[in-house]
């Protein structure tokens, strides 16, 4: 720090007091009794103000810079306004010692000897309080709240804005320490540092220790505060500590420590806003300067001053104090009370000082008259060493900073820091009376945290400060002295001329180097280990600035003439110079690169190349990488920037390596991009394969790893490599004349057509051969099925032959009708493409078309697929009877697809008229088994039914199985009778009416028991038949049968809903006859037998063992008798007999008819013999009587001629079954046979029945259909 006078006046009188205006245009001094306004531009005297009547004591401007006030011997005080014109003027009953405005309210403050008043624009009066003992001097706080008095007797009473006390300070000095100035620090950002104030000598404090002591979260607030506490003032003219005291050129950000709060002040900034708002600074003259808080509690301990001081006043922000009095001159102190030097010494006391406001000027006001105007200049201490700079700070404290991880930390020293070096882990500070040597606590890169290493207890006086990892240089005008950290003088260097520039270049520990300018021209090298200095060259002009480059090859001067010479270090020869250059660095990274500042702008410059330029404020001092670390004002900051220019000048003259290790440093990835293209084209592929790997382009990796490997299998043609990178860049026509040129003409072919460039193509194939003109016709219709244009593709496909590809697209987009003219137009042979056709047809839906297409290539079988997938049965079963070998591909599907559709019936004639045997039966037994589950039972009969002609089919088709499927005929007959049979006695029990007779469901229950001799089927209920049997015999007279049937139903278990009739029943019919009615016994017509209703032997006469013939409606016993045919008779030579009907005689009636007015009779004649012939079929009838086996009845071929075709039924079964034969007994009572199932019934009923249901009641056959 050094002052400058900048102008300088006196008066006759003494100047006790002088105010600035708010704006600092007008200075106001208090000399004599007159008021002097001046100009502090240069120091004119603008006006002298009269008002007073006896000595101007003490003047004060309002924060607005409206008015302001003086205070006098007199006891008045005057209000003026900024026009220097008087306004208000008010008295006190002595002196007026001092005045003081309100910062916010702009509430006057006067003091008298011994009261106080406070007047305010808003009221009329000035409010008047009493004063222990003289006031001396006051104070208002920053925020206007309190107003400190300080006291002739040393105390200090701080009161409200009411004038009420509400603190008072007892001095220990007593009235010995009368207090005669104080100040309230105008900023509260410096609380912190008073906070952790502390009596330990500096070199004592371990910067780390405040890590330790507060949370990581609240470091990083402090720190980012921090960042706006450095001022920018303006450098010393000729300072070259600067350059001087620079150890190195790399730089680096950092992290502030000397915001962080101790423990013991982060609980005080906890209480009230008094206590650590306002700071409080007091000078009396017990020759001590001391600080207060708001709440009266003294901070630190009092610092000696050695002399009575007059005047107390804070620079505008709170940064320094300045202090004046019995010693003649300003001392400039830090906040804290550190002195730092002396602003400006006087012939006699000084009374008054004061800072410009937001200034560095600073006014004196003397005893004699003197009026000295200065301006102070804050010179640069700092210290740099790769990405650490180190620079002073509040003159008092260091601090480091990290230019590349931002970080700052904050070295307290408490005394005025003079010089600052920094090397690697170590760091010199010169401080007044002592050197303190720090390092690092480890090697990490990152770490910030510095302790003590050694002290040097001893006063230097040197320009320059430098320090190595084991000693530290000191420079003295022409001489350098390196001392050991414990201050040992090891050696000496006398040089020949001042020294201008030193710095520290490198070496192992203990032996570095120094690089040293001097004034007359001299560049020298020096080892700390060697007395004799190495001379490296000599220049003509001073030196001002040097560096060194990476591989200590090249060496670059700045100059006084602000020239940058650049030398090469063995040869000594001038390489090159370039103008306009305050300060050069070389880059850490790049031989060859460089840069200087000067005259505003940044110069960068790579090997021989023009210098590249861009603004830029400030000078350099670092050079690393892309990073330039530039010193503006008090500010150090790293610049990124690009070094493409450098790059591109490289590129230009093909030094592709040359310019990669430029890009290395930091350029944009559109730099990278054009650096790999650059080396690509120039075939420098290891160059081009770094530099696309830069910017990750995978498409140009994968081409010069292709290129590798085939220059690996030999490949030697450069203008093909060329070619394929031309092809890659997009310059496609250049490409192709390579590929002409090294006789590859179809990789320029495939190039065109792979980038859909068919004209381009052409034109390149000119009248070629076919094949290819084909080949490229089909890469063009590709290229517009891929843009979306098919219809220009279909036409491309037909003309280039490639139908396959027209049909699909025609086919996905359902372009029938281009499909249709395809079709046609193709040869049969060409089955493939109409195979595909007829495909698309199918899928279109339109099935006409796809069926003329098959029948155009004769695949008729595909054609019968067509016509079953799309159900067109008629047109399958038409084709299937002219080509019987597709019978089971139509039959098959079709009754699958009855099935599907829940036709089964109609689906298992269909498995049986495919000759698919296994699925129609497999169909009938579930058909089966449903119709009995779900009670269907008429169903179930007809079911049963056609499972035994199936079974009867196979046994005809398959002699292995004709034994088994014969012995199912007869079983599932069986069952569909009965089944046919329980479906009526099934709807009497579970229907509330009947739809049969009596006599019918009578019929029916004794049938069902005499069938039910051994096992029940499913279904069918024993106590349903009992039931309805019991039930029906009793209406029908059958008593005796009925009172059985009851007794049979106790010993079942019967259904709820049937107990009580039962119950009843049983009890009622005890009361009939136990006999049956015999109009209800059923007669054999074979024997003449009467048979009993409950017969043992079943459905056969107890007598000959004939069994009965039932009808299928009613099951009476119809008069049938079955006979056989003699051995020898064939069924055809029987029915060619029966066929012959030989004449009989008429037989008379016997029953005569008499008919009179009332009534009608019929009489038997009795006494009228019958014809003679008796019929040759009755005498067979007869048979052994008493015989437990059954006689068939056994006819030859003279009964056959005797027979009437009338009365004979012949159930004509297919083979392997033989015919069966019956004769009516009773020719004139008609019996009709269903030709399909062969069952019997009477005439009147079946025509009935047939009526009713227009088929057979048993098989369903339709009355319509044509024969069995």
Not at 146 to 151: I, P, Q, R, S, T
Not at 684 to 709: H, N, P
Not at 950 to 976: G, R
Not at 1225 to 1250: G, N, R
Request: aromatic share 10%; glycine share 6%; hydrophobic share 35%.
């Amino acid at each position: 720090m050094r002052s400058v006078l900048t102008w300088r006046d006196k008066v006759d009188q003494c100047v006790y007091d002088l105010a600035f205006k708010p704006d600092g245009t007008q200075l106001i001094l208090a000399a004599g009794n007159r008021l002097l306004v001046y100009d502090t531009s240069d120091g004119t005297l603008v006006q002298p103000l009269k008002g007073h009547k006896d000595t101007v004591y003490c003047v004060a401007y309002a924060k607005d810079g409206k008015r302001f006030a003086s205070g006098s011997a007199d006891k008045s005080v005057i209000i003026w306004t900024s026009k220097l014109e008087g306004i208000l003027k008010y008295t006190h009953n002595d002196s007026v010692q001092c005045v003081s405005y309100n910062p916010i309210t702009h509430q006057l403050a006067s003091c008298s000897s011994n009261d106080f008043g406070l007047w305010s624009p808003e009221q009329k009066s000035v409010s008047k309080h009493k004063s222990s003992n003289r006031v001396t001097c006051c104070s208002w706080t920053n925020d206007g709240q309190y107003l400190a008095l300080g006291m002739f007797n040393g105390v200090i009473s701080i009161r409200n804005k009411n004038g009420e006390e509400k603190v008072k300070i007892q001095r220990p000095g007593g009235s010995l320490s009368p207090v005669w100035s104080i100040c309230w620090n105008p900023s509260s950002r410096w609380e912190n540092f008073w906070m952790n104030k502390e009596d330990e000598d500096p070199e004592d404090v371990i910067v780390s220790r405040y890590f330790q002591e507060i949370p990581s979260t609240l470091k990083s607030t402090v720190y980012s505060s921090q960042g706006s506490e450095a001022e920018e003032e303006e450098p010393e003219e000729e300072d070259n500590s600067h350059r001087d005291a620079k150890p190195t050129h790399d730089v680096f950000h950092s992290v502030t420590l000397g915001w962080i709060f101790s423990n013991k002040a982060c609980r005080s900034h906890n209480t009230a806003r008094e206590e650590h708002n306002d700071i409080l600074a007091v000078a009396d003259w017990g020759q001590k300067l001391s600080f207060y808080q708001l709440s009266g509690k003294q901070i630190g301990k009092d610092q000696p001053l050695n002399f009575d001081p007059c005047c107390l006043s804070y620079f505008t922000k709170g940064e320094y104090i300045l202090l004046g009095g019995s010693d003649k001159q300003v001392s400039l102190f830090t906040r804290d009370g550190v002195r730092l030097g002396t602003v400006g010494e006087q012939n006699s006391w000084v009374w008054t000082c004061k800072v410009k406001p937001d200034s560095n000027y600073v006014v004196v006001g003397c005893q004699d008259g003197t009026i000295a105007f200065y301006q102070l200049i804050f010179s640069t201490v700092h210290g740099l060493y790769k990405d650490r700079y180190a620079y002073r700070d509040s003159m008092t404290d260091v601090v480091i900073q990290h230019l590349i991880t931002e970080q700052k930390v904050r070295i307290k020293c408490k005394e005025l820091v003079k010089k600052i070096a920094i090397y690697k882990s170590r760091l010199a500070i010169q401080l007044p009376e002592k050197i303190l040597i720090y390092e690092l606590y480890s090697d990490d890169s990152s770490d910030m945290h510095y302790q003590v290493k050694e002290k040097i207890l001893r006063k230097y006086d040197c320009n320059l400060l430098v320090v190595c990892t084991d000693h530290i240089i000191l420079c003295q005008e022409k001489r350098l002295q390196c001392l050991t950290f414990t201050g040992v003088k090891e050696r000496e260097w006398q040089m020949e001329s001042l020294i201008r520039y030193i710095k520290v270049i490198g070496g192992p520990p203990g032996r570095e180097g120094l690089l040293v300018g001097l004034k007359n021209g001299q560049i020298l090298k020096i080892f700390v280990d060697n007395l004799f200095a190495i001379v490296l060259l000599k220049q003509a002009t001073a030196v001002r600035c040097l560096d060194m480059s990476a591989s200590r090859s090249k060496l670059a001067v700045v100059d006084e003439n602000d020239t940058c010479l650049v030398y090469d270090v063995q040869t000594k020869e001038l390489l090159f110079q370039e103008p306009n250059a305050n300060s050069v660095a070389w880059n850490t990274q790049c031989e060859d690169m460089l840069c200087f500042s000067g005259g505003g702008y940044l110069n960068i410059k790579a090997s021989t190349f023009p210098v590249h330029q861009q603004r830029l404020q400030g000078f350099v001092v670092g050079y690393n990488g892309s990073k330039i670390f530039c010193l503006h004002l008090f500010s150090m900051t790293a610049v990124e920037v690009p070094q493409s220019a450098p790059m591109y000048q490289y590129l230009d003259r093909k030094l592709f390596k040359e310019a990669y290790q430029i890009a290395c440093l930091g350029v944009t990835d559109t730099d990278w991009r054009e650096l790999a293209m650059e080396a690509l084209e120039g075939l420098e592929f290891e160059t081009a394969k770094k530099a696309f790997a830069r910017v990750q382009d995978l498409r140009y990796l994968e081409l010069i790893s292709s290129i590798e490997e085939r220059k690996k299998r030999g490949e030697t043609n450069n203008d093909l490599f060329l070619a394929d990178v031309f092809s890659y860049q997009g310059k496609f026509h250049e490409a192709a004349k390579l590929y002409k040129r090294c006789g590859h003409e179809n990789l320029a072919l495939d190039m065109y057509t792979d980038l859909c460039m068919f004209d381009y193509a052409k034109d390149f194939l000119g009248s070629g051969d076919p094949k290819e003109t084909k080949m490229l016709i089909t890469k063009q219709a590709d290229w517009a099925r891929n843009i979306n244009e098919p219809k220009a593709a279909v036409e491309m496909y037909v003309s280039a032959g490639e139908h396959v590809k027209a049909i699909e697209i025609s086919g996905d987009r359902g372009w029938t009708d281009t499909l249709i003219d395809i079709a046609r137009k193709l040869d049969k042979a060409e089955r493939e493409p109409l195979l595909l056709c007829a495909r698309y047809f199918k899928k279109l839906n339109n099935p006409g078309y796809a069926a003329e297409t098959y029948l155009k290539i004769g695949d008729l079988k595909a054609l019968v697929q067509l016509h079953v997938e799309t159900q067109r049965w008629e047109e399958a079963f038409a084709l299937g009877e002219k080509h019987p070998e597709f019978k089971d591909d139509i039959y098959v599907p079709y009754a699958q697809w009855l099935a599907e559709n829940d036709r089964f019936e109609e689906a298992q004639k269909a498995f049986h008229k495919a000759g698919r045997q296994r699925e129609a039966v497999k169909v009938l037994e579930q058909l089966t088994h449903n119709a009995v589950v779900e009670s269907r039972f008429n169903d179930a009969a007809y079911y049963y039914w056609m499972l035994s002609m199936q079974c009867l089919d196979i046994a005809q088709a398959d002699p292995v199985q004709k034994d088994t499927m014969l012995a199912k005929f007869h079983y599932f007959q069986h069952l569909a009778e009965l089944y046919h049979g329980y479906h009526a006695i099934h709807r009497y029990t579970e229907e509330p009416f009947s739809f049969h007779l009596p006599e019918t469901l009578f019929n029916i229950s004794r049938f069902l028991l005499h069938s039910l001799t051994k096992d029940t089927p499913l279904g069918i209920s024993k106590v349903n038949t009992l039931f309805t049997l019991a039930r029906q015999s009793r209406a029908l007279g059958a008593y005796k049968l009925a009172r059985h049937a009851y007794d049979k139903l106790q010993g079942l278990q019967s259904p709820a809903r049937f107990q009580k009739s039962i119950e009843l029943g049983s009890l009622t019919i005890r009361s009939k006859p136990f006999h049956d009615s015999e109009e209800l016994v059923p007669l054999c017509y074979r024997c003449s037998t009467n048979n009993p209703l409950l017969n043992n032997l079943g459905n056969v006469c107890v007598n000959c063992r004939q069994p009965f013939v039932f009808s299928a409606s009613s099951y009476e016993v119809l008069h049938l008798v079955e006979f056989y045919l003699e051995e020898g008779i064939t069924d055809e030579e029987a029915v060619a007999l029966i066929d012959l009907e030989a004449p009989r005689h008429k037989r008379e009636n016997r029953w005569q008819e008499v008919t009179s007015s009332n009534s009608q009779t019929l009489r038997l004649d009795e006494s009228m013999e019958p014809m003679g012939e008796e019929d040759p079929f009755t005498a067979k009838l007869s048979f052994e009587q008493g015989g437990s086996e059954f006689v068939p009845v056994v006819v030859n071929r003279s009964v056959l001629r005797s027979m009437s075709r009338r009365d004979v039924l012949i159930k004509r079964w297919p083979r392997p079954l033989q015919w069966q034969y019956f004769r009516s007994l009773l020719p004139d009572a008609s019996i009709t046979m269903c030709p399909s199932c062969f069952q019997m019934f009477h005439s009147e009923d079946y025509e009935l029945l047939v009526l009713q249901h227009t088929s057979c009641p048993y098989c369903r056959r339709r009355i319509d259909d044509p024969g069995p």
